[in-house]
């Protein structure tokens, strides 16, 4: 510990040097001891050396020992100044206790007595300094605490936030997973994709390009640059180091007219080979790629792959599937010119009826098929009754009315129809259960043959029969509403709300 720094102010300069002398000989305490003569010069000697203890006389020339006092106290509140005289004013003593003196000791006094003031102030003016220097350690550490707490609190909001945006990516990864495995074709995997990936990323600008030639074409896009739009070439040597140097995803930088922007690009693969790239840009507000954001596009990047691999053999057997259709309807055609025709028109509104229902896509592709397929037993019909003007009689109406079954019996052997077959043999029962050929009602009569129903109507009222003249658009809406029990009212009201999205008068010449 530092010697305590005492400043003796004394008028009589013997009386000064005499206690100099005696606070140097103390044994126990070391003192380091200044001596001034003046008010003035006590206030410059604290000013520029810390002292500890003032010992001031009361009766000071210049400057009195109470504004002395006062301005020592200025420079340093903690200074213990002690004052000494004989025979002083109580008011001045009074005032100099109200300015902060540690104590004041009349004269005569004994110097132990002096000393044991001195030592008493030295501990008060450490006591004093530990208790700053305490306050000072609990004010730093409260704000260290308060600035780690304020990191904390930074890091767990940044940290909340990766986890419920890791989350969410991980619940569209999943969606993507299961939406992509209901047997979705090609172009709905890409779009598919490219939704997932804005939600994945956060990005607005996703593309899906596949690779053609010497080009990747994109097939799929959101908000990109004009030359990422859907149907746009972009040359392949703009991604020959993605496809060369990695299979991860990796930042790629584009030269546009609007100077060089970045785009974040994943390979798609096929069997180790490169067959297109999944895109994602940002825009001026978007923060820069990450290393997380290049890892989850990775992840994504494998997993579309795998998706659009398996659209693709879905959709080369959807194509099979098709051409076997058509087969059968242009044989079918050779008896009915107009069954061709008809049945895919008969399929395009089931389609739709089905999407504006939230069927899931397989499903659809079912109805598709019965569509298709709904009157090929007609092929079995003598074709004086196919071409017959007027109304058929009973025994016609009965030999018509087996097409259905017939049309189930041929289709049996062809297991991709499987699901099909329900659809094709009952679109002509009636939901009030009077219809053929089993009498089926409501909610038994199966879903794909509710909505064949609807659609095999209206083309058929709306299309010119040897029976009868076509009907416009609300002339045959109308008629299918005042028979009513015949059709599925929410069907119906499905339907109705598909022409609503059409073109308009006139819609249905132009198709």
């Known amino acids: 510990m530092e010697a305590p720094k005492l400043l003796l102010v004394e008028v009589d300069k013997m ?32 000013s520029t050396t810390p002292y500890d203890i003032v010992l001031m006389e009361i009766a000071l020339p210049g400057i009195n020992a109470v504004e002395a006092l006062k301005q020592i106290k200025d420079v340093d509140g903690d200074i213990q100044v002690i004052l000494v005289g004989d025979g002083p004013s109580p008011e001045s003593v ?17 110097f132990d007595r002096l000393l044991e003031t001195v030592k008493n102030a030295v501990e008060r003016r450490e006591v004093l300094q530990e208790r700053k220097k305490l306050i000072r350690n609990l004010w730093e550490a409260s704000e260290k605490l308060t600035a780690d707490n304020e ?3 930074a890091f767990k909001a940044t940290a909340e936030k990766k986890l419920e945006r ?21 172009a709905e995997c890409g779009e598919l994709a490219v939704r997932s990936a804005i939600k994945i990323l956060g990005r607005k600008e996703v593309a899906l390009l596949f690779l053609e030639e010497d080009y990747l074409v994109v097939r799929n896009a959101s908000a990109f640059e004009p030359e990422f739009q859907r149907g746009g070439k972009v040359p392949l040597t703009r991604f020959e180091s993605l496809f060369k140097e990695s299979r991860s995803a990796r930042v790629i930088e584009f030269r546009t007219k609007a100077g060089v922007r970045s785009v974040a690009c994943v ?111 007609k092929i079995g019909l003598p074709d004086e009754l196919l071409r017959k003007t007027g109304e058929p009689t009973e025994a016609e109406l009965e030999e018509i009315r087996q097409h259905e079954i017939s049309s189930d019996r041929i289709v049996t052997p062809m297991k991709f129809l499987e699901q099909a077959r329900p659809m094709i043999r009952h679109h002509h029962e009636r939901f009030d259960g009077a219809g053929y050929p089993d009498g089926l009602s409501g909610d038994s009569i199966p879903l794909g043959a509710r909505i064949i129903a609807v659609a095999d109507c209206f083309d058929a009222l709306t299309s010119t029969r040897s029976y009868h003249e076509r009907l416009n658009r609300d002339e045959a809406l109308l008629k299918m509403e005042e028979d009513y029990g015949w059709f599925d009212p929410e069907i119906l009201e499905a339907f109705k709300k598909v022409l609503e999205k059409e073109a308009g008068p006139g819609w249905k010449e132009e198709k």
């Open 151 to 153: 990191k904390l609190a």
């Open 267 to 377: 390979p798609l693969l096929r069997g180790g080979e490169p067959v297109g790239v999944l895109c994602v840009g940002g825009n001026g507000n978007d923060l820069p790629f990450d290393k997380a954001d290049l890892a989850v596009l990775t992840e994504f990047g494998g997993v579309v792959s795998i998706s659009l691999r398996s659209a693709v053999l879905l959709d080369r057997i959807h194509r099979t599937h098709l051409e076997a259709i058509l087969a059968l309807l242009l044989a079918a055609e050779t008896k009915d010119p107009d069954i061709r025709v008809h049945s895919q028109r008969v399929a395009d509104y089931s389609v739709k009826i089905g999407q504006e229902l939230g069927l899931p896509a397989p499903d659809i592709l079912m109805v598709r098929y019965a569509a298709l397929l709904h009157d090929l037993g």
């Open 166 to 186: 890791g989350q969410q990516q991980m619940r569209v990864f999943t969606s993507y997973l299961e939406q992509s495995n209901t047997g979705c074709s090609l």
């Open 94 to 110: 009074l005032e100099g206790f109200r300015e902060g003196a540690y104590d004041f000791i009349m004269k005569p006094y004994s």
């Open 15 to 46: 009386v000064a040097n005499y206690l100099a002398a005696q606070f140097a000989e103390v044994s126990d305490t070391q003192f380091d001891v200044g001596v001034t003569f003046s008010g003035e010069d006590a206030v410059n000697m604290v």
